[in-house]
């Protein structure tokens, strides 16, 4: 069923007016859609044709009060321009509780797709709720990020629970236990820098954006090493030396040449 339509509301009435406390989701961001049969219900929450849009409202109406959802979008569902993405954004950060914003590296999804992604986690309160998000930049996930999807790591190191422990070099390879790990401990990510994996944006911030910007790029700090220049006045006397190299070089040949 097409669970945008009003028909999927009229044909499982009780899924659809009792809520879920959980979804987990990875709805399609690209697909025929029948605009005239989108339900009414969501179209009163967004007005879009865009699936990913109408998917995260529908996914506000089905949850019950203080359930929570993990939802799989793409990146511009977090800094898209349109009234429909800025309305979204602004209901999960002031309406309800949004808690989470996981980066995906490009190509997790290869070889079916190459968008950049991100998941986006949060609690439906009605209330709002939002203090702080947790924004982590996830690099890898254990695979290469190319068609063949090749594992980096043995087995027993692969996935968000492996069996066994993971260097510092394991987890450049694979993020996920990291993740899981910290996501276990927020309350410790408040004190992590900006320039750190994770982080945590005060709700504040994000809406004095003006557009509920969720995007990492726009928090998260890069930590540039210090460079030291040569003083131009040296960088000149060699650019002489090479000059008078080169001249000398010429007066040479040009005796060698008769």
Same mark, same amino acid.
């Given at each position: ?24 989701? #990875? ?15 969501? *179209?009163?929450?967004? /007005? ?56 995906? !590296? ?59 422990? $993971? ?6 390879? #694979?993020?996920? !236990?990291?993740? *899981? ?23 504040? @911030? ?9 995007? *990492?790029?726009?928090? /998260? ?10 003083? !131009? ?5 060699? $650019? ?14 040009? @005796?060698? $040449?008769?």
């Amino acid at each position: 069923q097409d669970t945008l339509s009003q028909r999927f509301k009229e044909r499982f009435p009780q899924e659809a007016e009792q809520g879920f406390d959980l979804i987990l989701a #990875n709805p399609p961001f690209k697909g025929s859609l029948d605009e005239d049969d989108v339900s009414p219900d969501i *179209l009163k929450k967004v /007005k879009t044709k865009k699936t990913e849009l109408l998917f995260m409202a529908l996914f506000l109406r089905l949850l019950r009060v203080g359930g929570r959802a993990a939802v799989v979008v793409p990146d511009g569902v977090l800094f898209g321009s349109s009234k429909a993405h800025k309305d979204i954004r602004r209901m999960l950060v002031e309406d309800h509780k949004l808690d989470a914003i996981i980066k995906l !590296p490009s190509g997790v999804f290869r070889p079916y797709a190459g968008v950049s992604c991100a998941i986006v986690v949060f609690t439906k309160t009605g209330v709002g709720g939002t203090d702080n998000v947790w924004f982590y930049d996830m690099t890898a996930d254990g695979f290469s990020l190319d068609d063949k999807r090749t594992p980096l790591l043995d087995a027993d190191k692969l996935g968000a629970v492996p069996s066994g422990d $993971l260097s510092e070099d394991d987890h450049a390879k #694979n993020n996920l !236990p990291d993740i *899981l790990a910290r996501w276990h401990e927020l309350v410790a990510e408040g004190d992590r820098a900006r320039t750190a994996q994770s982080f945590m944006v005060p709700a504040a @911030e994000i809406i004095a954006t003006g557009s509920w910007d969720l995007s *990492l790029n726009r928090y /998260k700090k890069i930590e540039h090493a210090e460079v030291t220049h040569q003083a !131009p006045s040296v960088i000149i006397a060699e $650019l002489r030396a090479l000059e008078a190299e080169i001249a000398e070089g010429l007066d040479r040949l040009e @005796e060698m $040449l008769g």
